[in-house]
C-alpha cells in the first residue's frame, strides 16, 4: 500500500527497485493501431484538422486513413493513449515484466494480432476482450513540423463491456492485485461504468486512481461522465489545452494554468485519506504540479529543437515516467522528473517508442 501522505523531496538516485509483484500497475483504455506519417497543411485543411488535436474519426474522415497510407511513407505502431502509457511505465520500471496489466478490446483480425505482439513484446500483461463485430481500431497521426493532430477510429476499442470482462473472476483478480490504476479520459466515450468499478474499488482499498483529461472534447462533450468520476481521481494529468478547455467548462474564470490546477485540485473528493494532485504539461514549457493548495512549476529537460523527431505521444510517455515511479513509492517529484525523461525520450524518436532501457537514474 503506498503511503498516505506525500512529501516534495529532492529526488535522488535509485538505490533499488521495489517492485516485487507481478500487475502492481493496472491501465484500462482504447487499444489502437497508430498510422503515423509526416503529412502537409493541405492534408490537414482537407479533412478540417487543426495542428495540434486529438479528434474522433468521423464519416468525412473515411478516405483520410487510405489516403494516408497512399500518399505518404507511414509507419506502424501498437497505440492508443493509455497502452502507451502503460508500455512506457513497463520499459522505466524494466523488472519484473508484466508488472503492468492492460485490458481494453480488440478485433480477431490481423491487426488485433499485431496490438497483441507489440504487448508481448514491451512485457506487458495485456488482457484483451475480442469480438468480431468491429476491426480493431486504429489512430492517424498526422505530423506537420512539431506539430500532431490525431484522428482515431476506434472501432473495436469503442466495444468494450464490463460484464464480458472487467467482471470475470479471472480479470477481476488482476484489478485486485494492483496497488495503482491509470485510465485516459478517451476511455470514458467507451465504458464509463468500467472506469467507475475500478474508480471505487481503489477508493474502497485507499490505492491510488489516476485520470486524464486527455483531449479538450472530453471536457466539451462528456463533461458529465467525467465528473461522476472526478471524486474518485487522486491525481489529474492534462496537458495546458486541456486544462483550459476544462477551467471553460467548469466556469473556473481564470486562464491561469496554474490557478486552473488549484481550482481543480480543490474540487470534492470521496477519498478524504489523500488530497488530490493535479499535474498539467505545458510542452517545452514547465510542469505545473498543484497539491495540498500550493502549486509548484517544474522545468523541463532543455533540448535543441532540431533533435525533435515526433511530439507523438510525448504527454502518454510523461505519464508512463510518472507512473513508473509512482508505484515504487517514490515522491512526486522523483515521478515528475521521471516523466520528463521519458517524454524527452520519446520525442527523438517515430511513434511512441523507446531504445531497450532507460537510462534513468
Known amino acids: 500500500m503506498l503511503p498516505l501522505s506525500w512529501t516534495n523531496t529532492v529526488a535522488r538516485p535509485h538505490k533499488s527497485r521495489r517492485i516485487k509483484s ?74 519484473p515484466h508484466k508488472a503492468a496489466t492492460f485490458f481494453g478490446c480488440i478485433g480477431k483480425d490481423h491487426f488485433g494480432g499485431i ?20 476491426p480493431t481500431g486504429t489512430c492517424a497521426a498526422c505530423i506537420t513540423g512539431d506539430n500532431r493532430s490525431l484522428v482515431a477510429n476506434l472501432a473495436a476499442a469503442n466495444c468494450y463491456k464490463k460484464d464480458k470482462h472487467l467482471d470475470l473472476e479471472e480479470n477481476w483478480k488482476l484489478v485486485q492485485k494492483a496497488k495503482v490504476f491509470y485510465i485516459a479520459g478517451f476511455f470514458l466515450t467507451v465504458s464509463e461504468e468500467s472506469i467507475l468499478k475500478v474508480a471505487k474499488h ?12 486527455s483531449a479538450p472534447f472530453i471536457s466539451q462533450y462528456f463533461m458529465q461522465p467525467l465528473m461522476r468520476i ?8 492534462g496537458n495546458e489545452t486541456e486544462a483550459a478547455a476544462f477551467a471553460k467548462e467548469q466556469g473556473f474564470e481564470t486562464k491561469g494554468i496554474e490557478e486552473i490546477a488549484k481550482k481543480t485540485q480543490e474540487l ?17 514549457e514547465g510542469t505545473v504540479m498543484a497539491k495540498g493548495g ?68
Open 294 to 361: 500550493k502549486v509548484e512549476v517544474f522545468p523541463v529537460v532543455k533540448m535543441n529543437p532540431s533533435e525533435i523527431v515526433d511530439t507523438n505521444g510525448a504527454g502518454d510517455a510523461f505519464v508512463g515516467g510518472f507512473l513508473s515511479e509512482l508505484v515504487q513509492d517514490k515522491s512526486l517529484d522523483q515521478c515528475i522528473y521521471a516523466g520528463h525523461y521519458a517524454a524527452n525520450v520519446i520525442i527523438r524518436r517515430a511513434g511512441c517508442t523507446f531504445p531497450e532501457k532507460p537510462d534513468f537514474h
Open 115 to 134: 496490438l497483441k505482439e507489440k504487448a508481448e513484446e514491451v512485457h506487458v500483461d495485456a488482457y484483451y476482450y475480442e469480438q468480431s463485430e468491429e
Open 230 to 237: 472526478m471524486p474518485y481521481v487522486d491525481i489529474l494529468f
Open 202 to 213: 481503489a477508493c474502497e482499498n485507499n490505492k491510488l486512481f489516476c485520470l486524464n483529461l
Open 268 to 284: 470534492s473528493k470521496e477519498n478524504k485519506k489523500r488530497q488530490r494532485v493535479v499535474v498539467f504539461t505545458q510542452g517545452k
Open 22 to 95: 507481478e500487475n502492481a500497475l493496472f491501465g484500462m483504455g482504447n487499444p489502437l493501431l497508430d498510422i503515423i506519417a509526416v503529412v502537409d497543411t493541405i492534408f490537414l485543411e482537407k479533412y478540417g484538422l487543426k495542428e495540434n488535436d486529438q479528434i474522433l474519426a468521423e464519416e468525412k474522415h473515411k478516405e483520410l486513413f487510405d489516403e494516408m497510407v497512399k500518399k505518404y511513407k507511414v509507419e506502424y505502431h501498437a497505440g492508443g493513449s493509455t497502452l502507451n502509457s502503460i508500455k512506457v511505465a513497463q520499459w522505466m520500471i524494466q523488472m
